[in-house]
Nanobody, 122 residues
């Protein structure tokens, strides 16, 4: 059974950095678009970043552009999200997701991880 497992979340001070990992198992996602979303209570899941396998392009949400970087290691079937210059408003549960074709909409994604909490203190 296909599974995505996030790790790397935690508590960090504003201005600090964290690297999230998303390990895929149960199937290969090498031909899939891989994305990161985040969610805070009472709000919809927000697009953070994605890597499109078909185009080789990366995409970012406006609020994280220039601070976050998505990358993937095909050999390890793992996707990473390097988060720098973190702000308190980056506090959220971060989710990894996969689908065949890139989309910025969370409802389009077929596979999801369980999420990892990121808390940025001021």
């Amino acid at each position: 059974q296909a599974q995505l497992v996030e790790s790397g979340g935690g508590l960090v001070q504003a201005g600090g950095s964290l690297r999230l990992s998303c390990a895929a198992s149960g199937r290969t996602f090498s031909n899939y678009a891989m994305a990161w979303f985040r969610q805070v209570p009472g709000k919809e899941r927000e697009f953070v970043a994605a890597f499109s396998r078909s185009s080789g392009n990366t995409y970012y949400g406006d609020s994280v552009k220039g601070r976050f970087t998505i990358s993937r290691d095909y050999a390890k079937n793992t996707v990473y999200l390097q988060m720098n210059s973190l702000k308190p408003e980056d506090t959220a549960v971060y989710y990894c997701a996969a689908r065949r074709i890139f989309s910025r909409s969370a409802v389009d994604y077929d596979y999801w991880g369980q999420g990892t909490q990121v808390t940025v203190s001021s």
